[in-house]
């Protein structure tokens, strides 16, 4: 949440936000996120789908969300020989 917190105030580094707000002052921002989330998600995915689909673009906005935001969790691909020069020169010994 400190990241998010960070990235949404702006301004500071979370070391300097966490010696700035209180305890009690980040389990109300906590809670605000909880009930009004301001990700990119819902600030901004969420709304466009749904103008997608009532432009007629779409007959499920929930493709569009999949487009919008695709899943982000690490994918493995073959390194290659450009990719094995690059690591040598920065020194890795793998």
Do not use: S
């Not at 917190?5 to 979370?14: F, P, Y």
């Not at 809670?31 to 301001?38: D, I, S, T, V």
């Not at 020989?81 to 793998?94: H, P, Q, S, V």
């Amino acid at each position: 949440m400190w990241h998010v917190l960070a990235l949404a105030l702006g301004g500071r580094t979370i070391a300097e936000w966490r010696a700035a707000i209180t305890d009690e002052e980040f389990d109300d921002w906590c809670e605000y996120y909880r009930r009004w989330p301001f990700d990119d998600f819902h600030r901004y995915h969420r709304p466009a789908a749904i103008q997608a689909q009532v432009a007629g673009g779409l007959k499920n906005a929930d493709d569009v969300l999949a487009w919008l935001q695709p899943d982000d969790t690490p994918q493995r691909r073959p390194r290659n020989a450009a990719d094995e020069t690059i690591w040598r020169l920065a020194g890795w010994k793998g």
